[in-house]
Structures are given as structure tokens and as C-alpha cells.
């Protein structure tokens, strides 16, 4: 006896090309979403993103005419009131140096943890993109369906871009922007606005290296333990190598965390600010110009083209890797 | 050169299923270094349960993948429910299923969760998906499972999930290379019903590779043989069996003695199987004058069958065929 097939049927028209791609991005952010590390992860990410709004409030609300630190000085006597109304008068007369170069400072510390978060998430996350899809043939599975190789590709970069965003560019633009709509004035907008571009520029070449490296790492190994190996000896391994003071350049040129220090000092340009402090500024003393002048040289890069060449090297590697893998076996 | 809306657009509609033929291989060729999987395929398989047929290294999973375009063929064309694969790649595999031989899933999900997963992929909304999964994990035959991690899975939970995937967003053709492998016997029989009776019921089309004759014997309309990746038999399984010797084995109730001297007599070879059973081959494609020799000498009733191991003989012939036939 044949079974009874009782089934209801599918006659629309499928959904198109970019909704497949989403269903692969959200499934593997999903998925990703379940485990307590990333949750963890998360959490930090988006209390960071709220300590960057709450810093943006405190200068904002410190200085600002009429604001609490003014107010406070008042009720402090003379002395500590003309300290208050000099610091607002820096404000008035060097906008760029103080917002400018508090926010640069602020960005520069953030990038260290998102970026810190994101290779976190990315050690969990890279078995899980095409390692563990080519150990158990799921690649026949999605090239079977009306997707295309480059769409999986798609899809899985869309999970990584999806965790960064999620941890590192996501708290940046909200912290900013929360901040700015707590701000009295327009100048806190207009003189945060270029170290904002900064950090998000410094981001976006982050984005790019890690995904390719993350793919590229992925595709190399079917199976988890030796993928996480090698991403953890490419980032920490390597890392601590390029930090050797006897370690040639080319070695250096090798990590990429090392690379992406290098990019980072240059994109922010956090010894510019550091200068420009220690030059304008009046009032400072003979010892606080020269500390802010050592701190602008320690905040130099001194490879930045040897960096870009060595992050275009690895990217182009692991694009190779991951293109010349991505067929079904 | 003035294109109409035909030229740029795929030649049906989706949820038009009415093909002539399903698939059409116009010398299709793929080598893999000097060796080469197939050798000039040209096919017209119209709608229907079709076998692939053909022993190990064959080209029967090499043909499927490049109707899939999961490789690419070296050379010739190829046509999946009316889609050219090479020129509508994504689209050319829309309605299609897939069925691996090879143990593929999507690893870390529960079963209904790759089920849906996998209809969403073929652009299905998630609402229908998810229906569509659990309807077709009913019919495949896995219960409380289908919330089991699919790692955790036996080779035949694997087997009826890889039927699942293949059939949730309601194709109007399926390709299952060894659907039964790792199945118990009485697994293997329910997917082999669910199979036979897709067509029949649904409308789904099912080319099926398998290197077991009897089930191919049993479900399918048609057979394609291939062999050394060259294309060696296309027909319907009537006109294979009538084409080729006509065999007529009789099983008599009783008196097993008196059928045979009265075949003899008749002037034909019978050959006496271990069964118990007369073996003759026939002259015609009817058994009218089987009957009519019984009705004649008055003999007791018999299980009359033809051609009963036609697939089977036509099979060991084409792999008797070397691989340089042309």
C-alpha cells in the first residue's frame, strides 16, 4: 500500500536572492546568540558603547556653561571656580584640541576592546564557517539549492561582519550618538566628528582583514581543533613574536594584530592630538608639555605602509584559500 | 538585435511544472584530468520515477552533479526542467531536490531546524518552511528525533533527514543517489514507497541512482544505464524488457512434471530452476500461447512470469561492454 501523502503544497514564487543570503547570516548569528560566551561578549561590547555616551555627557555637561562642574565650582570658593571658568575657556578657544582630543582618546581606548571582543568571538566563530560545513559536506547541501558559491561566501562574511558590527561598530556609533543628543552645544558634534570617522575608518579596515583571515583560516581545515589553533597562533603567537624588540620586520609584518597597531596609530592620530595639546595649550607646565610630547612620539607609527602591505598580503592569501576551497568535494 | 521578454527571461514561471522533459543532455562531457566521468551524454528524460543505473564509477553521480551544477561540466549542454544550467544557474535548480550519496548535513541544528533551514534556502519564508519541514519529517518517518541534534543521528536518521531537505520546498524534481543506503529493512521499504508513489501523487518527478535492481525494478518507469560514463540504455522499463530476450518463467501448482514434457514437446529449451521453477525463453511478447498450452494439455494453474530478471541481464550486459564502445 502506497503511503498517503498528505502535504501541503508550495506554489509560490520563491523569495530572492538576498533574502537566501539573510537566512544564511541569521541562522549563523542565531546559532552564535546561543552560547554564554558570546552573550558575555555582548554585554561588555554594549557597556562599553554606554561608557562612551556616559564620558561624551560627563565633558559635555563638565564644562559646558551652566553645567553641573560650573555650578559645583561656584560652591568651592574663588580659587576653584577660576580653574572651572579657565577650563570652559579652553573649551571656547581650542574646541578641536579638547573635544577633538578627548574623543580620540576615548575612540582609541574603545578600539582596543572592540577589537579585543571581536578576535574573542571570532576564535568561537571560525570552525563554524567553513570548517565545520566542509567536515560534514554541508557545502553539497547549500550549493544544491538556488545559491551560488558566491553567495555562501556572502552569507558567511555577512556572519562576521554581523559580529562586529555587533560588538565593536555597533556600540561605537551608539555611544556617539547618544552622546551627542545629550550634548548642550553643536561644537561637541562638529569637533568629535572627525575622531569618530577615524574609528570608524580603523573599523572598517579591521572588518576587512579579519573576515578574509577568518574565512581564509576556516576554509583550511575540516575539522574544529586545528582551525582554532591556527587562528589563535596567527593572532596571539604571532602578536607576541612582532612584539620581540629584536624580531626582524618582515616577521613583524607577519601578525596581524601587530599590523593592525600600526594602522590603528596612524588612522587616529593620537599623536597628532598629543602635539597639538602640548603646543597650544597654555598653562601647562614645562614637565606636562614634555610628557605629552613623549606620549605623541610612543603614539607614532613607525611602519605604517610595512603594515598595510602585510595586512594586503594576508588578505589576499586567505581570499585565495578560501576561493580555491569553497567547491563541494 | 531586439531581445524579447522570452530571450532574458527564464522559459517558465515559478509553480509551472508541466515540462516535456525534465532533463535534456545535449554531449555532455566532463573529464577530470585525463581521465573522463562522461563521455557525450545525450539525454531526453521526460517527467516520471526514473532510474539511473550503473556500477561503481559509472558517472551516474557525476551526471546528477553537473545537472546541478555542482561541477562543471567540460563540455556540452544541459537543460534541468527547461533552464539551461550554465545560463541560469541559480534559478535552473529552484525546483529541484537533492539528495546526496554521501552523509551531508548541516551540523549543530536539530533535525526540523535543518529541515526548515534548508526550505528557507531554496527561498521559502520561514511560516511555510517550517510547515512544509514538519509535514515531510512525518512522511519520512522520524517522530521526537526531529528535535535530536542531526550529529547525533544513525546513518538511517540521516538517510530520511537528507529525504527531508530534499523534498521541503516541493520540487518539481528530485535527484536521490542512493536514497536506501544505511536504511533497515523495513526503513528501506517505507522511503521506498514514499518514493514510488511522489510521482504519482504529487506530480514529483524522482531520478533515482541506485545499484539495487529490484528497487529500481519496483518504483521506476523508466531506466538509464551508463556505463564507463557513457550512456548505454534510455528507455522505458516495458520496452527495455520487451527488447531483449523474452523469458517466461512458469511456476505450476502441481503436476510440475507434465509442464515440463508438454514445453518440451512443444519443441522449446526449458531450463528446471532451483526454485522449482520452468524457465523458457519465448518467441513473442505475449504469454497467449502459455496460456492457450495449458488450456490445450488441461494442466493445473501456474504463476506465469515474464521477463523477471530483464534488468538484470541488461545490466550485466552493459557491464560486460567495455569502455571504449562507441
Known sequence: ?329 | MNLSAADISPPDSPGQTDHRFIVETDRLCKSYGRQQALADVTLQVPPGTIGLLGPNGAGKSTLIKCLLNLTSPTSGSARVLGRDIRVWNRASREKVGYSPELDSHISGMVGCEYVTYCGQLSGMSFRHARQRAHEILDLVGMGQERYRSIDTYSTGMRQRAKLAQALVHDPAVIFLDEPTNGLDPSGRENILRLIGSLRRELGTSVVISSHLLHDIERICDRVIIIAHGRLLEHDSIEALKNRHRRIVELAPAAETGRYLAMLTQAGLEVERLSNGRLRVESASDSIEWVLELMRTHNLPPAEVVTNPNALHELFVRALAIGPNRT
Not at chain 1, 90 to 109: A, M, Q, Y
Not at chain 1, 151 to 167: F, H, N
Not at chain 1, 228 to 255: C, E, N, T, Y
Request: proline share 4%; glycine share 8%; charged share 10%.
Open chain 1, 1 to 329: 500500500m502506497s503511503p498517503s501523502l498528505d502535504l501541503s503544497r508550495w506554489r509560490e514564487a520563491p523569495k530572492g536572492v538576498g533574502y537566501r543570503r539573510w537566512t544564511i547570516i541569521s541562522s549563523g548569528l542565531r546559532h552564535l546568540l546561543r552560547t554564554r560566551l558570546f552573550i558575555t561578549l555582548l554585554f561588555m561590547a554594549w557597556t562599553a558603547g554606554f561608557l562612551i555616551a556616559a564620558f561624551g555627557f560627563l565633558l559635555s555637561q563638565s564644562i559646558a556653561t551652566g553645567g553641573w562642574l560650573e555650578t559645583a565650582a561656584t560652591h568651592m570658593g574663588p580659587r576653584v571656580e577660576a580653574v572651572v571658568t579657565a577650563i570652559g575657556g579652553f573649551i571656547v578657544l581650542f574646541p578641536d584640541i579638547i573635544i577633538g582630543g578627548f574623543f580620540t582618546l576615548v575612540f582609541w581606548l574603545h578600539s582596543f576592546l572592540g577589537l579585543g571582543l571581536c578576535l574573542v568571538a571570532l576564535t568561537v566563530m571560525v570552525p563554524r564557517l567553513i570548517a565545520s560545513d566542509r567536515a560534514s559536506n554541508a557545502l553539497t547541501i547549500y550549493l544544491s539549492r538556488p545559491l551560488t558559491s558566491a553567495d555562501y561566501l556572502l552569507g558567511k562574511l555577512g556572519m562576521i561582519v554581523g559580529v562586529l558590527l555587533l560588538l565593536w561598530t555597533g556600540p561605537l556609533v551608539f555611544g556617539w550618538v547618544l552622546g551627542m543628543l545629550l550634548s548642550p552645544d553643536r561644537d561637541f558634534i562638529v569637533y568629535s566628528f572627525l575622531p569618530f570617522l577615524h574609528a570608524l575608518t580603523f573599523n572598517g579596515i579591521a572588518l576587512v582583514v579579519l573576515a578574509a583571515t577568518a574565512l581564509g583560516v576556516s576554509a583550511l581545515s575540516r575539522t574544529s581543533s586545528p582551525t582554532v589553533i591556527l587562528w589563535m597562533v596567527l593572532w596571539i603567537f604571532a602578536g607576541a613574536v612582532a612584539k620581540f624588540p629584536l624580531a626582524p620586520v618582515w616577521l613583524r609584518r607577519v601578525s596581524f594584530s601587530h599590523n593592525l597597531s600600526e594602522v590603528r596609530m596612524t588612522v587616529f592620530r593620537l599623536d597628532t592630538a598629543l602635539a597639538d595639546a602640548s603646543a597650544s595649550l597654555p598653562l601647562l607646565t614645562e614637565q606636562m608639555g614634555d610628557s605629552l610630547r613623549k606620549a605623541a612620539l610612543s603614539a607614532q607609527a613607525h611602519d605604517f605602509n610595512g603594515a598595510m602591505m602585510g595586512l594586503g598580503v594576508l588578505t589576499v592569501l586567505s581570499s585565495v584559500v578560501f576561493l580555491r576551497k569553497l567547491r563541494p568535494e
